[in-house]
Nanobody
Framework: QVQLVESGGGLVQPGGSLRLSCSAS????????IGWYRQAPGKERELVAR???????YYLDSVKGRFTISRDNARNTVYLRMNSLKPEDTAVYYC????????WGQGTQVAVSS
């Protein structure tokens, strides 16, 4: 069974930056579109960014220009660079396939607060 492990979250002040990492057991990242999702308290999980097999990227409007998704297929790792963080970015962040999702990992908590 594929396991996803997210890391890199933490507490940061508004305007700060973080880089999240997601690693997978197995090579699912090599053959699939991968997305970063987030879930804030009391809200549904939403897709924040995704990267296709060909390297095209798509972003939620509210994070465009601030977040960058990238992938390293050789390392079975996907990254999310987050700049100019805002309090509304506070959430638990997860990665997963965009189509045919596998079991969710534990996520990594991002808290943006002064």
């Amino acid at each position: 069974q594929v396991q996803l492990v997210e890391s890199g979250g933490g507490l940061v002040q508004p305007g700060g930056s973080l880089r999240l990492s997601c690693s997978a057991s197995g090579s699912i990242f090599s053959f699939n579109d991968i997305g970063w999702y987030r879930q804030a308290p009391g809200k549904e999980r939403e897709l924040v960014a995704r990267i296709t097999l060909g390297g095209s990227t798509y972003y939620l409007d509210s994070v465009k220009g601030r977040f960058t998704i990238s992938r390293d297929n050789a390392r079975n790792t996907v990254y999310l660079r987050m700049n100019s963080l805002k309090p509304e970015d506070t959430a638990v962040y997860y990665c997963n396939k965009v189509y045919g999702r596998v079991s969710w990992g534990q996520g990594t908590q991002v808290a943006v607060s002064s």
